[in-house]
Each structure stands twice: as C-alpha cells, then as structure tokens.
C-alpha cells in the first residue's frame, strides 16, 4: 500500500512541475498582453510596420527594433555557426584527449561569464579595432555595396553581430561536441574501412548522424542571441532606424527595453514597451516552435514515414 501510494504521489508531483511550465509561460503572456492594451489600442497592428519612434509625441513603431533584432541575430548565426561547429569537430575528432577536455573546461567558462562583461570588452578593445581597422578596410575594398557603406562608427549592427557571435560559439561548441563523442565507433569504422579519408568520415558519418543534435544547437544560441541585451545593447548604437549598411547604428527590442523603460513617463509609453516585450517574446516562442519542427523533420521516426 505504501508503495503505490509513493508511486502516485511520485507521479502527480512531477505532473504539476511539468504542468508548471506551461502555467508560467502562459503567466507571462497574459501578462504581457494585459499591460500593453493601450499601445494596442492606440496603433494597431501598424505598430509592427512603423519606422517612428518618437516618445515626446507619443508616436511608436517596432520595426526598427525588429529589424535590429533579427538582423543582429542572423549575422551572429552566419559567424558562429561554422566556427563553432568547426571547433567541435577538431575536439571530439582531432585533438588528442587531454586537449580536448582543457578546451571543452575553457569553452564552458565562456558561456558563463557574464553579458555586461562581454560588453565592456567590446567596447575598449573591439569597437576601436573596428572604427580603426576593420569598418575603413571594408568600406575601401567593399564600399561599393550598400552593406558596406557609410561612416566608420566602431559601433554599429556587425560589431554587435560579432560580439553576440562570441556569446553563442560556446552553446553550439559544447553541445555539437558532445553530439560528436555520442556517434557510434562502429559507423566511424566501417566508414575507414571502406577507404575513406578522415574528412570523409565526418562529412560522410559523423555529420549526417549528429545532424539534429547541431539544429538544436543553433537554435538554443539562436535563443539566447534573440533575449541578449547588455552587451548588444554597449556595442550596436541605439538608433532606431533601419539602415542597409551593417556598419550604421541600430537597435533591438531587449535594448530599447532595458534603456527606456525606467525613462518612460506616461502610461501609453510604458504599455509601448510592454508590447515591444511581447512582441520580443512571441518571436522567441515562433523561433522555437519552427527549430521544433525541424527537428523532427530531421529525426529518424519523421525519416521513416
């Protein structure tokens, strides 16, 4: 009798931390929701489509915070993706043991250390490298693109594309590489006996298996490179307005928050800022929902049928 008794409070109790999580989640939406009803009501949904932010006459538009934040994000995934998978190919491939483990310790660290950190970083040494070096050489040899035109700022959309690339090698690091370690020896094996090359065997064995394990990488740094914000918020400039120049000053949603919420002085504009954070956040939960759906269109159960 004990013993059932154990099972099922065992078994409800976990029921409730699970149904927790979507309690909170859906808490945090209605909330969200609820005290931004006067933005909503004031600008519809050309709050998404509108370029003006103009606080003292209570005129507010998201886009250029949404393009700021996708953006950024995008350029960050494009740097990070092939350097961090790289990274974890030479750990569980190529680096001998004792190497490996001294790199996955120090790769740990760095996704531990503090946003703000990384900010102050990029501010005294990557922003002069940029201003000085890096934005001049572009705009000489590739200032013929939009992309690449306009004033050397040191700040800008590229540099905080790259310091949230920084941020996020770590995530796709750490969990490429023990997808890596997790591929059977037997399929690396069979793929040397075969006469393949060690190239070969990664592009041909071990990336096709860990494939899913890499999407859920990216998406997780993909994640945490959407909610960043002290660190972008240091770096990218805090202009909002939509510029095609990677090199010109932007601005996300997490940074508008955390610079103007404190500073907004009427009601409209708080519930302007409430909305920004719920527009960040259906963002986030859509982002998901689709690395969901990829993974299991990648999974093995979605291959078979």
């Not at 993706?81 to 483990?101: K, M, Q, T």
């Not at 070969?200 to 990488?217: D, K, N, Q």
């Not at 919420?261 to 504009?269: G, I, P, R």
């Not at 800022?273 to 998901?288: D, K, Q, R, W, Y």
Request: hydrophobic letters at 60%; glycine letters at 6%; aromatic letters at 10%.
């Amino acid at each position: 009798m004990s013993a059932g008794w154990g099972d099922w409070l065992f078994e409800n109790l976990t029921l409730v931390f699970a149904v927790s999580i979507f309690v909170i989640a859906a808490a945090i939406a209605w909330q969200l929701f609820k005290n931004s009803s006067l933005a909503r009501h004031a600008f519809g949904w050309s709050f998404l489509t509108k370029q003006i932010w103009d606080p003292v006459a209570e005129d507010f538009g998201a886009l250029p915070f949404i393009f700021g934040t996708l953006v950024s994000s995008a350029l960050a995934l494009l740097i990070a993706i092939p350097l961090g998978v790289g990274v974890a190919i030479f750990l569980s491939e190529l680096a001998p043991r004792n190497v490996s483990e001294s790199c996955a310790f120090l790769i740990e660290l760095l996704a531990a250390i503090p946003s703000v950190v990384y900010g102050l970083i990029a501010v005294f040494v990557l922003v002069p490298i940029m201003r000085e070096y890096v934005q001049p050489f572009l705009i000489k040899t590739l200032g013929f693109l939009p992309l690449f035109r306009g004033p050397a700022y040191g700040v800008g959309m590229l540099t905080a594309a790259i310091v949230l690339a920084i941020m996020i090698v770590p995530f796709i690091t750490t969990i490429s590489r023990e997808i890596f370690l997790s591929v059977p020896s037997s399929l690396k094996e069979a793929a040397m006996a075969l006469g393949a090359t060690h190239w070969e065997v990664v592009r041909l064995a071990v990336l096709p298996y860990a494939r899913s394990g890499i999407a859920g990488s990216i998406f997780l740094a993909l994640g945490r490179a959407l909610g960043e914000t002290m660190a972008v918020t240091m770096v990218i400039g805090n202009r909002p307005e939509i510029a095609a120049s990677l090199l010109a000053p932007g601005y996300t949603m997490a940074a508008v928050l955390a610079n103007e919420f404190t500073e907004a002085t009427s009601d409209l504009y708080v519930h302007t800022l409430v909305e920004i954070g719920l527009v960040l956040f259906a963002i986030t939960i859509l982002v998901n929902a689709i690395g969901r759906l990829i993974l299991y269109k990648m999974s093995p159960h979605a291959e078979a049928h």
